[in-house]
Each structure stands twice: as C-alpha cells, then as structure tokens.
C-alpha cells in the first residue's frame, strides 16, 4: 500500500520503544503478536528486529489470504518459520495450525505476527494459542521516541528519579511547538513527514480504516450515523462517558454506543480511564473518562484547521490532557508493560487527572495549561489519604521550561519531558 511504502522510508532513523522487548519475548514465547490500530508501525517495527533468514508474508495480498483460509496447513508449509504474517486477523484458521507446530517443534521465536483488529483476533488467540504467545501492543509514536530519548528515560512516574534522567534532554515545552505536535498527531507516516498533507492523510485514514475496519467489526448499516459516532467520540475527549448524551446526539440507542465505543476501545482508538476504587469509601464516582489516543485524529474529526484555532478554542484543556495521557501511556505501553492507571472524582467534586498505583503505592498527577503552577494546583492530591494507602511522589505537568519542587512532595514537570 503506499502508505506502507512512506511510513518504511520515514521510520528509518526512529528506534521504536517495543523493540527491545519484542527481542525479548521472542526468546521465551514460539508466537509474538504485535497488535494496535492501522498505520502505527507495526510492520516496519517487525522488519526492523527481523534477523536474517526470517521470512515475511503479508495476508493484505488477496492471494495469500486465500490460501491462509482455505488450506492454513498447505500455507504454513510453503511458509516456513522464523516468520513474520503480517494482518493475521484475515485468517484466524491458521491459529490451529499455528498451535501444532509450535508444540511439536518447542522452539522459541518461530511466528511473529501482526494484526490490526484486536476484536476478533483474542477470540482466537485465547482459544488455540494461550500460553504459547505473547501479544504486545503499539500505537503511535511517542513524542520521546521522535527525540531519540525515550530509551533514556523509562516508564513515567513522578520521583526524583525518573525526572533527573528526563530533564537531561527534553522536548520544547513551547505552547505552539506542542499544539503543534498535539495537531499533526503520532501516526509515523504524517508525524515524520512535514510534507505529508495532514488533512488528507486523516480524511483517508478514516475513509479506509475506521469506516471500513471498524464499521466492520461492529456491523454498522448506517454510514451517516457512524461518522457522527465518530465526531461525537472525539469531541468528548477527556470527559466522563455519558452513553445517554452520545446516543442522543448520534441518533442510536445506548446499546449501539456502548458496543460502537467498546470496538474502539479494543482497536486501540479510544482509552478508557477507570476511575479509582477500594473497599475503603463508597464516594467514588464509578464512570470511566474517555481519551481518544491519537490527537491529531481527534482534531482532525473535530475540524480544527491550524494548531493556533485549536490551542485558542474550546477543546484546548482537553486535547492537552489528552495528549498528556496519551504520552504517559506510551512510555508503559512502548515497554511491554500495561500500567495501573486510574484518575479520581469523588461526590465532593474532588478530582484527580491521573493515579499511577504502583508497588502498592499510589502517583498523584494533574494536567494544567500553565506555565506558572502553583501549589493549589495539587490541593486535591490530600483527598487520597482517605484511601488508607501509602501515597507516593505527586506531580503537575504544565507549561514550564524547567522543573521545580513545589513541595516536599510535589513537582512541576514540563511536559517536554514526557
């Protein structure tokens, strides 16, 4: 596809985050999966890592896919491992074949596979391959790993730390530099191409993938309605869910938006943030807030034309926080790791932007448009005393060229340095 062929020639300098542990699994698991939404890199990254002698074959020629499904057996004795098939999802009988010759052989690292539809590939997956394949998730470029600083850093927590390591090389903390970046988006083929025109990759993009791919998967007769979905979807982005005020605005019942958001979810296009919860108070709000993971499609479908009219308009809080948590959980993500993350709302109104619950302990952070943050920005941080665990180091991430302590326990981090 000529997306493909731009994204390979616009990769080749940026390391990928997921490649030491892609390297890593596959000297313990005989399948590695790697798995996120379309156009993210999942191909290249494989490429990348490949050592020689790994072949490659993609289920994107009709040919191939053809032969995959209707005889998987004759496909994978034509097709000899180490192998790389790329798109598996068009062909999940192969899993069943998969299974028998990895248990025959016992070898480590025989199949690395790649697929873009995360819904109907962990049926199968759970069904044929549990125990004997790892699954790693990618999604767009982290702002760390554009910088070449990402493996420098490690997973995001506010100690003292991880914020030594981050402050020797950050990113600009600029406004426009980062509305900039929050505009364009992560994905490789727009993020790492300036000449690539942004609003007709995103209108292609949706067209192809999502209206295809996704209406797909959730059985969507209503085109119209769907694209509404969409929009309505990204204009809500670091809100609570409210699935009556979605559906009202789409036209759909309750049951369509929830199944219409959960496929999102699972293909990697939305997060859901889960509010925080234990046996200790019953005032927690138990609604999860919903970020749609890349920025530059969530400003696309919600028409802001330059990164200026964004950063002055409506959405400029929310698609700050967005892309906020969106590098957060890449730095976890990009490792292999899932990451415990939660925010906090109690009946009081007392929110929290992010929890980071780690070793028992838990990371208080929260997302401001400033440059100047002061210590009341973290005033709620006090609520989780009432949680009875120990709490850790907090954090404001702002605006701010440079980090300072606001407290004994509590810091300004630039988010140049996510």
């Not at 539809?117 to 990618?138: C, N, P, V, W, Y």
């Not at 969409?230 to 605005?249: E, F, S």
């Not at 959980?329 to 992010?354: A, V």
């Not at 401001?368 to 009432?386: I, R, V, Y």
Request: with cysteine.
């Amino acid at each position: 596809m000529e997306f493909n062929s731009r994204l390979a020639e616009t990769m080749e300098h940026v390391r990928r985050t997921l490649t030491e542990t892609l390297k890593s699994v596959s000297t313990v698991f005989p399948v590695v999966l790697v798995t996120g939404p379309r156009q993210v890199g999942k191909t290249t990254l494989l490429q990348d890592c490949k050592e020689p002698g790994r072949a490659y074959v993609s289920l994107d020629d009709l040919d191939q896919r053809t032969l995959a499904r209707t005889d998987p057996a004759l496909f994978l004795q034509l097709h000899k491992p180490p192998l790389i098939i790329d798109e598996v999802q068009y062909a999940p009988q192969l899993f069943s074949v998969i299974k028998s010759l990895v248990d025959k052989t016992q070898t480590r690292g025989q199949y690395w596979l790649t697929g873009s539809q995360k819904f109907h590939l962990m049926h199968g997956i759970s069904e044929t391959l549990a125990g004997r394949i790892a699954i790693l998730d990618l999604i767009g470029l982290s702002q760390a790993e554009c910088d070449d600083r990402a493996a420098d850093q490690g997973p995001f927590l506010p100690t003292p730390g991880w914020i030594e390591k981050a402050r020797a090389k950050p990113s600009s903390s600029a406004v426009l530099d980062i509305y900039r970046t929050i505009w364009t988006g992560s994905f490789p083929a727009i993020a790492l191409n300036p000449e690539m025109p942004r609003d007709i990759f995103y209108s292609s993009y949706t067209q192809t993938y999502i209206q295809r791919d996704v209406r797909d998967l959730a059985r969507v007769g209503d085109e119209i309605a769907f694209a509404r979905f969409l929009r309505a979807v990204a204009a809500r982005t670091g809100q609570l869910v409210n699935y009556a005020d979605m559906a009202r605005d789409v036209d759909v019942d309750q049951k369509t938006v929830k199944a219409w958001l959960s496929i999102l979810e699972t293909s990697g296009l939305v997060f859901m943030l889960q509010p925080y919860h234990n046996n200790i108070t019953n005032r927690l709000v138990k609604t999860p807030k919903l970020y749609f993971l890349d920025t530059g499609l969530c400003a696309y479908l919600t028409r802001w034309s330059t990164p200026e009219a964004l950063e002055a308009g409506a959405m400029s809080v929310a698609v700050l926080e967005t892309y906020m948590v969106a590098e957060i959980l890449k730095t976890y993500w990009n490792r292999g790791r899932t990451g415990n993350f939660y925010f906090y709302r109690d009946r009081d109104q007392k929110e929290i932007d992010l929890i980071i619950s780690q070793d028992g302990r838990l990371y208080p952070t929260e997302f401001k448009k400033t440059m100047t943050p002061s210590l009341g920005a973290s005033k709620n941080f006090a609520a989780l005393e009432a949680l009875m665990q120990p709490i850790g180091e907090g954090c404001v991430i702002c605006l701010k060229d440079t980090d300072v302590a606001l407290s004994k326990s509590v810091w300004a981090i630039p988010v140049g340095y996510l």
